[in-house]
């Protein structure tokens, strides 16, 4: 009788599961249920359950899986708080990005930064090293610390402005010790460096993520591999937003103009038609006959033409540092995959159907980088072709990236062939335990934390490094307290700008003593 009653439940249960989602606690309350029924069940269903089963640790074939807990997609139904925990903080961090002041036009930086993680990466690093080469020219044509900094603070502004540059380089900087120090401490006033405010975000991230993931910090119940390697394959996100609030800007970028233009002018070595100069863009595909040229006002460019510092497509891979840039650029993303893949590497899956995704969003990633690079190379576009394009390329890979890592978290791969080890047992070979507590015990106090924190620990390091390789560009760009009232002094040298006067920058001061003690070097 009892054969027969137990016959009769799992065909009933077979019925009601086959096109049902797989769902591992509801399978195992029924399948449980099953056994305590009958425990001779095991040995007279080897097609259902593995010889080692017991009526507490229920082991299934894939087809006994498919069969009693269904062969479809079981989507979680607690999909909400799966993505609140990972996906907040993510949007804290973006939020915190610095985005250059040019309008609405700021925000397609997000589009770039999520569909080409590496070459955004890059290009803020190619940035701080354009400023380490102007602190470079700085020391050939000055002596004193602050001076140095000042003339770099100066050519970085002009940077900005190309044709402005090309003035800048050329004139007698000793013999204009007032008018640069001056103009430098106007800008570095002007400078924006939210640092301390993103590093706040960042804490709050961090622990957000401990506190989600692992159950030592914030009692987080069943936290899971799949969560946790979707949030580490984000996690670059650790070291570039903080570099992007390194970095900061030069504030409004008309402020900076008329700053930069009235120091060219003073200089004699520049007009106002140097900062009104019309960008050309070419577009050519010889292919279809069609050959564009177009003059772009420099207001209406500025998004592509190096306002965002995040797409800069003129850096030079075989040039000096580039190679070394881009091979930093890379270290984020492969630190943020190589965690991911470790953390669905553990038991009880193993390697299973996620690790496609996460190789398949680090490998977009990677031809996105590529794939930028040889667009900024080739020749057929340039200028706001050539940024339409890679925004383009970029919408395409983030919302379908986003879109497979939201899917994952909601359940794309929560079925019994992706749990069961059958890429690399087959199928022959693959099981699916239903009550692995034990794994899951050793997962969340000791597997887990360690990889969270040694991946967190990585992304601080690489964002140390990045200071480091910029650190002559940072050290010139940021300015103590000190070092802008130094500067602010001008009575130490002959000659006093007017401006100063008419802003009431410059107050009457007692003559004072200088000494190196009064320059602060930035760290």
């Given amino acids: 009788m009892n054969r027969m009653y137990l016959r009769l439940s799992v065909l009933h249960f077979c019925l009601v599961a086959a096109d049902a989602g797989f769902l591992r606690e509801q399978c195992y309350g029924r399948v449980t249920e099953i056994l305590q029924s009958d425990?001779?069940?095991?040995?007279?269903?080897?097609?259902?359950?593995?010889?080692?089963?017991?009526?507490?640790n229920p082991i299934l074939t894939l087809d006994g899986c498919q069969q009693l807990c269904g062969s479809g997609t079981g989507w979680y139904p607690d999909s909400g708080p799966r993505l609140v925990a990972w996906l907040l903080p993510i949007i804290l961090l973006v939020s915190n990005m610095q985005f250059a002041p040019i309008g609405m036009e700021r925000f397609l930086l997000i589009l770039h930064l999520l569909?080409?993680?590496?070459?955004?990466?890059?290009?803020?690093?190619?940035?701080?090293?354009?400023?380490?080469?102007c602190f470079t020219h700085a020391q050939k044509l000055m002596e004193e610390k602050i001076e140095?900094?000042?003339?770099?603070?100066?050519?970085?502004?002009?940077?900005?402005?190309?044709?402005?540059?090309?003035?800048?380089?050329?004139?007698?900087?000793?013999?204009?010790?007032?008018?640069?120090?001056?103009?430098?401490?106007?800008?570095?006033?002007?400078?924006?460096?939210?640092?301390?405010?993103?590093?706040?975000?960042?804490?709050?991230?961090?622990?957000?993520v401990l506190a989600a993931f692992v159950p030592a910090v914030g009692a987080a119940s069943?936290?899971?591999?799949?969560?946790?390697g979707t949030a580490m394959l984000l996690s670059w996100?650790?070291?570039?937003?903080?570099?992007?609030?390194?970095?900061?800007?030069?504030?409004?970028?008309?402020?900076?103009?008329?700053?930069?233009?009235?120091?060219?002018?003073?200089?004699?070595?520049?007009?106002?038609?140097?900062?009104?100069?019309?960008?050309?863009?070419?577009?050519?595909?010889?292919?279809?006959?069609?050959?564009?040229?177009?003059?772009?006002?420099?207001?209406a460019s500025m998004a592509w033409s190096g306002a965002i510092y995040c797409y800069r497509p003129n850096k030079r891979f075989l040039h000096a540092s580039g190679w070394k840039l881009a091979l930093i650029s890379v270290l984020p993303v492969a630190i943020g995959f190589?965690?991911?893949?470790?953390?669905?590497?553990?038991?009880?899956?193993?390697?299973?159907?996620?690790?496609?995704?996460?190789?398949?969003?680090?490998?977009?990633?990677?031809?996105?980088?590529?794939?930028?690079?040889?667009?900024?190379?080739?020749?057929?576009?340039?200028?706001?072709?050539?940024?339409?394009?890679?925004?383009?390329?970029?919408?395409v890979f983030a919302i379908a990236t986003l879109a497979l890592i939201v899917a994952s978290s909601c359940g794309l791969w929560n079925t019994c062939y992706c749990w069961s080890g059958a890429l690399v047992y087959g199928k022959g070979g693959a099981r699916v335990e239903l009550n692995p507590?034990?794994?899951?015990?050793?997962?969340?106090?000791?597997?887990?934390?360690?990889?969270?924190?040694?991946?967190?620990?990585?992304?601080?390091?690489?964002?140390?490094?990045?200071?480091?390789?910029?650190?002559?560009?940072?050290?010139?760009?940021?300015?103590?307290?000190?070092?802008?009232?130094?500067?602010?002094?001008?009575?130490?040298?002959p000659w006093v700008s007017s401006i100063a006067t008419q802003t009431d920058a410059v107050k009457p001061q007692p003559p004072r003593e200088f000494n190196d003690e009064d320059v602060e070097d930035t760290p």
């Fill in 222 to 228: 069943r936290p899971s591999g799949g969560r946790i």
């Fill in 148 to 208: 140095i900094k000042s003339l770099a603070v100066i050519i970085a502004a002009t940077e900005e402005f190309p044709h402005a540059l090309d003035h800048a380089l050329k004139f007698n900087a000793p013999d204009k010790k007032g008018l640069i120090m001056e103009t430098a401490r106007t800008l570095s006033e002007n400078r924006r460096n939210e640092i301390l405010r993103t590093l706040f975000a960042v804490a709050i991230y961090v622990f957000q």
């Fill in 39 to 56: 425990n001779s069940s095991i040995a007279i269903n080897p097609l259902i359950f593995i010889s080692v089963s017991d009526p507490t």
């Fill in 115 to 133: 569909g080409d993680p590496i070459d955004s990466t890059w290009s803020l690093l190619e940035k701080a090293d354009s400023w380490s080469r």
């Fill in 338 to 395: 190589g965690t991911a893949f470790a953390v669905l590497s553990t038991g009880p899956t193993y390697f299973n159907c996620r690790h496609i995704l996460v190789i398949a969003v680090f490998s977009v990633w990677l031809i996105s980088a590529i794939s930028t690079s040889s667009l900024s190379w080739a020749s057929f576009a340039t200028g706001k072709y050539l940024w339409y394009i890679i925004l383009i390329k970029d919408t």
């Fill in 237 to 299: 996100l650790l070291s570039v937003v903080p570099l992007s609030n390194a970095i900061g800007d030069f504030g409004s970028r008309r402020n900076c103009q008329r700053i930069v233009a009235d120091f060219m002018e003073r200089l004699g070595q520049s007009s106002d038609q140097d900062f009104c100069t019309q960008r050309t863009s070419t577009l050519t595909l010889s292919l279809i006959g069609v050959q564009k040229e177009v003059q772009t006002p420099h207001e």
């Fill in 437 to 493: 507590t034990k794994v899951f015990d050793r997962n969340n106090s000791v597997i887990y934390p360690a990889m969270v924190a040694t991946c967190i620990s990585f992304q601080i390091c690489v964002f140390g490094a990045m200071l480091w390789v910029g650190g002559p560009g940072f050290r010139a760009l940021w300015w103590s307290e000190n070092e802008k009232r130094v500067a602010s002094d001008l009575r130490r040298y």
